[in-house]
């Protein structure tokens, strides 16, 4: 009998260790009624806007300068000094509205930020584009308008075909001294070794589809008679114009418009 005493003894105190543990208020979940209700404080985070060197409101193409204007202006001469070129990349929301003459708020802000350093660069060294974003920003305060990159390269060489990009709406291939190094060298190639060159010019989607089938041509023939100034025959260079009908790249960004703008020049013997 004793040893059924001790087992009873073993199992009573378990049970009362049980129920003391449960009172303590670290063990136990404590109990919410469904009409009780937690109020959260959402935390607020307060920052003073800065002003960047140049600066544009809220669906507006029109710039005011920053305190910081002149340092950045300085910064970038020293970029542009051996001929680098500049990408000036206008930013904008679909949600502001566009008055200006651009097709949109982002290249009306690029072009006026390269109208205010072209006093100090060379319009030849700034290439301006746009880029869609999603603001955060308040509207009634100065946005994040536009960034500055160091330019991408005018041309891209694969084999026998080399690619030459535009800015928006432009014919201009810039000149810069890559692109005339190739031209020079396809030059010399045309007129020694003979054969021919097709020059197609493209196009984004942005305008009417025979705008844009003209100035893919516009782009093809600039280059033809480049070529022809330095003593190619015009026999040897066929031109034609494809404009937005073969894109590169998705037309659904600016990323991938900026690379439908272009020249495709393919050498054939």
């Not at 920052?47 to 910081?68: A, E």
């Not at 584009?129 to 946005?143: G, H, R, V």
């Not at 014919?171 to 010399?188: G, M, P, R």
Request: neutral net charge; glycine residues 4%; proline residues 3%.
């Amino acid at each position: 009998m004793r040893w059924l005493a001790f087992l009873l003894w073993i199992f009573l105190g378990i049970i009362y260790f049980m129920i003391w543990s449960c009172n303590k208020q670290e063990c136990c979940t404590p109990i919410i009624e469904k009409n009780d209700q937690i109020q959260v404080t959402p935390k607020v985070i307060e920052s003073n806007f800065i002003l960047s060197p140049i600066n544009f409101n809220w669906s507006s193409d029109s710039s005011f300068l920053g305190p910081d204007y002149n340092k950045y202006v300085d910064s970038l001469k020293l970029i542009a000094t051996n001929g680098q070129k500049l990408e000036i990349v206008g930013l904008y929301s679909n949600q502001e509205v566009n008055t200006s003459t651009f097709a949109n708020l982002g290249l009306a802000r690029a072009e006026q930020v390269k109208r205010r350093l072209s006093s100090v660069i060379s319009p030849d060294l700034m290439i301006t584009k746009a880029k869609l974003i999603e603001y955060l920003n308040i509207p009634d305060k100065p946005i994040v308008s536009h960034q500055i990159e160091l330019a991408a390269k005018q041309i891209e060489e694969i084999g026998n075909k080399a690619i030459i990009y535009h800015s928006y709406n432009s014919t201009n291939w810039d000149k810069d001294e890559e692109l005339i190094s190739f031209l020079t060298k396809l030059a010399s190639k045309l007129k020694t070794e003979k054969g021919r060159v097709e020059v197609v010019g493209h196009t984004d989607n942005i305008g009417e589809t025979k705008s844009n089938e003209a100035l893919g041509m516009r782009r093809a023939v600039i280059i033809k008679k480049y070529l022809i100034s330095q003593g190619v025959s015009a026999n040897q260079i066929n031109v034609s114009s494809l404009g937005e009908s073969v894109p590169k790249e998705s037309n659904d960004s600016e990323e991938g418009r900026s690379k439908n703008r272009r020249t495709e020049i393919e050498y054939f013997k």
